[in-house]
């Protein structure tokens, strides 16, 4: 019975084997070298992995500027413009080229709100994808929200 089922669990091996021959005869073997294989590929480690911090990597922002210089992009939409400043000013010291590390699902957030896997530095069109997202799920899209971290910058 022990044998029976080693040369079905072999043979079933062998079928499910994607890069094992289905028929196997003397003949396939012996013709069979290794300088015919293909190499498989090297999967070179993604960098993201290696970084592991939580807080934003941004580049400081233009001091002249700050967050005064956006707040008229803000003003644009009918949510609470104070209350957005002091989100943006958490999320990324108003840093539109502000890149988070990798975050827990693997993926970053990007310019001036921190926009979660959408590249966008622009700050007008980040500002205008933060508004849709706002409107969505409302001011705890962002974490410095739910944290009351935002608070310090009212």
């Known amino acids: 019975m022990k044998i029976l089922i080693t040369v079905l669990l072999s043979a079933a091996l062998i079928w499910l084997t994607p890069a094992a021959p289905r028929h196997i005869n003397k003949q396939s073997v012996r013709t069979v070298s290794l300088k015919s ?44 413009t104070q209350v957005m400043a002091a989100v943006m000013q958490a999320e990324s010291s108003c840093n539109p080229n502000a890149v988070s590390p990798v975050n827990y699902d693997g993926v970053r957030d ?3 709100m921190q926009l979660h896997g959408q590249e966008i530095y622009d700050p007008a069109t980040n500002i205008a994808h933060a508004y849709r997202l706002w409107t969505t799920q409302g001011y705890h899209a962002w974490s410095v929200f739910n944290s009351g971290k935002y608070l310090s910058y009212m």
Do not use: R
Request: with cysteine; glycine share 4%.
């Open 37 to 80: 294989a293909k190499p498989i590929p090297a999967v070179p480690a993604k960098p993201e992995q290696a970084v592991t911090a939580a807080a934003p990597v941004a580049t400081p922002a233009p001091q002249a500027q700050g967050c005064n210089a956006y707040k008229h992009l803000l003003a644009q939409y009918d949510w609470n």
């Open 110 to 112: 990007y310019g001036i």
